[in-house]
């Protein structure tokens, strides 16, 4: 609890100090909040990676996700292309027997992998994925959905375009055009509620693409608008999208 009100600058500063490496999101905990989907991507990540032989986690981040599961596969590799994530991803895995490749692409031979998963990726290489997916492997990965926290970027940076290759209809079209059968697909949009403007900045440091090219120096004017409406009206309220896809590479 805090003993006092901290102003403006003292709540900026403390969100721009904060690190972001890693995908450990703790520190938000009174401070922002999100609704979880309700299929409980951890349950089903560490469901088919108990039933795996070789699986693959894109994008892994520092791996505290992966790292959650309760009975790894006899082959557990990972990818993550930012080196500090990468140092960690490595600590994280260890327990479990992983392995972290540092790379964008997936440099591994067709057919590796009989399970690939993904929480959040940047971008999904469809091709690639069915690539080194065996047959009747599965790709199961949560992706961020269009507009995701759209109230929060349009406050700060005013409209933003809608990416198109964030939808379900582009997931869809993807899937089947790089060969796989869709088994699930599914979008949920839960409240995200910040309760500071050191939430705010810490925040858009950490997740880049909600306001490409953030900087508090940038953005201050917006960032001391939106400090004010937070003191005035309460937590600033946004939506974030969530989609939920398996699919399968035939047999």
């Known amino acids: 609890?805090?003993?006092?009100?901290?102003?403006?600058?003292?709540?900026?500063?403390?969100?721009?100090?904060?690190?972001?490496?890693?995908?450990?999101?703790?520190?938000?905990?009174?401070?922002?909040?999100?609704?979880?989907?309700?299929?409980?991507?951890?349950?089903?990540?560490?469901?088919?990676?108990?039933?795996?032989n070789a699986a693959l986690d894109l994008q892994t981040g520092g791996g505290e996700v992966l790292a959650t599961i309760g009975q790894?596969?006899?082959?557990?590799?990972?990818?993550?292309?930012?080196?500090?994530?990468?140092?960690?991803?490595?600590?994280?895995?260890?327990?479990?027997?992983?392995?972290?490749?540092?790379?964008?692409?997936?440099?591994?031979?067709?057919?590796?992998?009989?399970?690939?998963?993904?929480?959040?990726?940047?971008?999904?290489?469809?091709?690639?994925?069915?690539?080194?997916?065996?047959?009747?492997?599965?790709?199961?990965?949560?992706?961020?959905?269009?507009?995701?926290?759209?109230?929060?970027?349009e406050v700060i940076a005013g409209p933003l375009p809608a990416n198109p290759r964030r939808g379900t209809a582009w997931i869809a079209a993807e899937a089947r055009a790089a060969g796989l059968e869709l088994l699930d697909l599914r979008e949920e949009s839960l409240r995200t509620v910040f309760h500071d403007i050191g939430a705010v900045v810490h925040f858009l440091r950490k997740v880049i693409w909600i306001v490409p090219g953030f900087t508090v120096e940038r953005y201050r004017d917006e960032l001391a608008a939106l400090h004010r409406r937070i003191e005035a009206d309460g937590p600033f309220v946004a939506h974030a999208r969530r989609i939920l896809v398996e699919a399968r590479k035939p047999r």
């Open 1 to 52: 609890m805090r003993a006092t009100t901290p102003t403006f600058d003292e709540l900026v500063t403390e969100g721009a100090s904060v690190p972001v490496e890693g995908w450990d999101f703790s520190w938000f905990a009174g401070r922002a909040t999100e609704e979880r989907p309700s299929w409980g991507y951890s349950q089903l990540l560490a469901d088919r990676m108990s039933r795996a």
């Open 72 to 153: 790894p596969p006899p082959l557990l590799v990972a990818t993550e292309s930012w080196p500090p994530n990468v140092d960690i991803a490595r600590r994280n895995l260890a327990p479990l027997g992983g392995h972290v490749v540092a790379a964008t692409d997936l440099p591994f031979r067709d057919a590796a992998f009989d399970l690939v998963v993904s929480r959040h990726p940047v971008d999904t290489r469809w091709p690639e994925v069915a690539r080194v997916l065996r047959p009747g492997g599965t790709f199961l990965s949560q992706q961020i959905g269009p507009g995701t926290v759209g109230e929060l970027a």
